[in-house]
């Protein structure tokens, strides 16, 4: 299939056993994906429909593979109960005609901020994006025209500003850009927002995205946090919510503290993302978290 639109797959989850089957989870090994699930409790018979929407946009060209594993939990009276976990995977092969730069956003800010999001079409008739709608009223973006580029493609750019007023805290937000061709009717952007209280760290880069080559191995990016008002920051600890995502980071404080995120090898078969958690020194609780995904080209193995 092209890769842009979204690709959506429906399983049904029948109860063939006895007593009361309870789905006590799903768990997606990518982030790409989001899922939907009719009814968790199921009685002989029963059937749950569990539908699971990738973004493709935000995945490599070629073969592509997600899994999800449910795992659930069958309580029959006057026995134990039996637990079991049943892997579901989606697998396709996909195209790519039109590139969005970068395929997903994030800002990391004690203010307003502007990003820019490119659409680049190789075709002789190239899309247009007509319009462009956001899932929060802190979000604006705007379409710019239409230009040819030297290689005889095409480019639009859209305007992605964050408001001053925006709340502060972490979110996840869509940006979904609507085009006047019937095979690409709508293409979703994945945002990620942290909003900083003013006088807290600053971020640079405020996102973190990473490409596999063929021939790369592990890829890092280095991450400078720094005091907004001039205080020694340290940091005492890392969590990274993947186990193919690691982290060093500088002992000791200053005003300026360096990270660096490296993803292994491991996690390039697919494009996925994940939360890096940096804890610093100060008050109590305070924390810092990173926003960070990979974009796989490496065929999976």
Request: glycine letters at 10%.
């Amino acid at each position: 299939m092209k890769g842009g639109p979204a690709l959506i797959h429906t399983f049904e989850l029948t109860h063939r056993g006895t007593g009361t089957l309870t789905i006590t989870r799903v768990e997606a090994g990518c982030g790409c994906l989001r899922q939907s699930l009719t009814r968790s409790v199921l009685q002989p018979g029963e059937t749950a429909k569990l539908t699971l929407e990738v973004n493709t946009l935000t995945q490599p060209a070629g073969p592509n593979r997600w899994q999800v594993v449910v795992g659930y939990k069958v309580e029959v009276p006057g026995a134990a109960d039996l637990t079991g976990e049943v892997p579901l995977q989606i697998t396709a092969t996909l195209s790519r005609e039109i590139i969005v730069n970068p395929p997903q956003i994030g800002f990391s800010t004690a203010g307003g901020a502007t990003q820019i999001l490119t659409l680049t079409d190789q075709r002789a008739k190239p899309l247009n994006i007509v319009k462009v709608t956001t899932s929060s009223s802190h979000l604006t973006a705007e379409p710019g025209p239409r230009t040819e580029t030297p290689g005889g493609g095409h480019n639009q750019t859209v305007t992605v500003k964050l408001s001053e007023d925006a709340p502060i805290g972490h979110r996840d937000e869509t940006i979904l850009l609507l085009t006047d061709d019937p095979a690409y009717p709508e293409l979703r952007v994945p945002v990620r927002v942290l909003k900083r209280a003013i006088g807290s760290i600053v971020v640079t880069p405020e996102t973190i995205i990473v490409r596999f080559g063929t021939d790369i191995t592990d890829v890092s990016t280095l991450v400078q946090l720094r005091s907004a008002d001039g205080k020694p920051i340290g940091i005492t600890g890392v969590e990274s919510d993947h186990p193919g995502v690691t982290v060093k980071w500088s002992m000791g404080s200053g005003t300026v503290a360096v990270i660096r995120v490296i993803v292994a090898e491991s996690a390039a078969a697919q494009s996925g993302n994940c939360k890096v958690r940096v804890k610093l020194g100060g008050a109590p609780g305070q924390e810092i978290v990173l926003p960070v995904s990979w974009i796989a080209s490496k065929k999976e193995r």
